[in-house]
């Protein structure tokens, strides 16, 4: 069986083929990272305009990689949720409108649920039950993975995402959209001894997390200094440290209080490779996926669905998109 997945929760376009029994066949992506460049963060009505430019293209091209002739498809997976209200539509009613016009069927995905799945398209692949740490850009938790659609969230943020504090703190630095990354490169050159900055709320128990302290800890910082580059690059570099030791020290409590034998991190600061550096000395397995199917992609969302799909999880000819959905509403994909 072939699958289409679909994925534009927010600011990419992302398509792929994934074949039951050959695995990935081909898979596209479309950022709009220049478009929103220019206004420092995500505009969701641009971004939904440009999913609607840019997604049936992108099919077309995908489909004529993987060599697959539309009426060869099985089934449609869309990303439901969730995401940016306008952009999820543009994905769900193309989705919807595919399988009603090839007679084929529809299945709505859960976004973290793809990021969670991500590693399955690996060869080096984790065995349930594991733990999930998360971290993309709107969302930071720790998950106690059973199976597939069995998910219990054990903590998450209780302010800003990890994702959303780099892009942040980047832009407190003067950095360009997306932060992120450019925070990421700015702290190779900073000095690790100069700042240290607080681990929140690892002196306590639990498995939440916060972040939006050490935002205003940078920022202290930075008005306290002169501002130049390497000033800059300094407190990169402590920021950085401070989130990675702050998700190192809450990932292993996890493990601990669980049981769990092995950890599976997905999302965007997944491919932090500091942070990948550290969680390694772990002593457990880490499991993450390649850097580009950390980012939102279509290649997750297709995999997910072909799960459903097995498992007879489909839509019917409504179309809903939830841009808020819990892991935990998620019903079991084990048939």
């Known amino acids: 069986m072939k699958i289409l997945g679909i994925e534009t929760s927010c600011d990419e376009t992302g398509v792929a083929v994934f074949d039951q029994e050959r695995g990935l066949l081909a ?9 929103h460049a220019l206004y420092g963060g995500v505009v969701p009505e641009l971004a939904s305009r440009d999913h609607i430019r840019k997604a049936v293209p992108l099919i077309d091209k995908l489909l004529e990689k993987a060599n697959v ?12 949720g969730p995401g940016l209200v ?41 065995e349930f039950p594991f733990l999930a740490l998360l971290v993309s850009g709107g969302h930071t938790m720790l998950v106690q993975v059973a199976e597939v659609g069995c998910y219990s969230v054990l903590g998450e943020t209780l302010d800003d995402a990890v994702g959303e504090a780099f ?11 997306p932060g992120g990354p450019e925070l990421a490169r700015l702290a190779r050159q900073g000095d690790a001894s100069r700042f240290t900055f607080p681990r929140p709320m690892v002196d306590r128990p639990g498995l939440d997390f916060s972040f939006s302290g050490l935002k205003t800890y940078a920022l202290n910082t930075l008005a306290k200094c002169a501002g130049s580059d390497q000033d800059k690059a300094d407190i990169a570099r402590a920021f950085e440290d401070a989130v990675v030791d702050t998700l190192f020290i809450k990932a292993r409590r996890a493990l601990r209080e669980t049981g769990l034998g092995s950890l599976v991190v997905a999302g965007g600061v997944g491919a932090n490779q500091r942070l990948r550096e550290r969680l390694d000395t772990l002593d457990a397995p880490v499991f993450y996926p390649r850097p580009e199917f950390c980012t939102d992609n279509g290649a997750m969302i297709a995999y ?16 809903e998109v939830k841009p808020r959905w819990s892991l935990e509403d998620l019903a079991s994909s084990v048939a």
């Open 27 to 35: 898979h596209e992506l479309f950022s709009q990272v220049e478009l």
């Open 304 to 319: 997910a669905g072909m799960q459903r799909l097995l498992a007879g999880k489909t839509a019917g000819l409504g179309v």
């Open 86 to 126: 306008g952009a999820l539509m543009v994905g769900a009613m193309l989705g919807r409108s595919l399988s009603f016009g090839l007679n084929i069927p529809a299945i709505p995905v859960h976004h973290m649920e793809g990021h969670l799945l991500a590693p399955m398209l690996e060869e080096r692949k984790p």
């Open 69 to 80: 002739f539309p009426w060869e498809l099985d089934a449609v997976a869309y990303t439901a």
């Open 167 to 177: 892009d942040k703190t980047a832009k407190m630095l003067g950095l360009p959209y």
